[in-house]
């Protein structure tokens, strides 16, 4: 495998360890204002999905990093 391909898992994995943390704070603030809940329902459960599916990115990152760095760089 290449360095490139590793680089860029990397800089995958960088912004979506950003986005669990930028949404775990919007989870934050809608859990103390149940009124914004109400309200944003639909925008709840959009931090809900973001959340998941960024988890899910970070782990497919890490597993394809490791068979980079396993393979060897070339």
Not at 20 to 27: G, R, V
């Amino acid at each position: 495998m290449d360095l490139t391909n590793f680089a860029i898992a990397f800089v995958i994995l960088t912004f979506a360890t950003l986005s669990i943390a930028t949404s775990a704070i919007a989870i934050e603030c809608y859990n103390k204002s149940s009124d914004l809940r109400k309200n944003k329902a639909g925008n709840f459960y959009f931090v809900i999905t973001n959340t998941v599916c960024s988890s899910l990115l970070v782990l497919v990152c890490l597993k394809s990093m490791y068979n980079m760095y396993s393979v060897g760089f070339q």
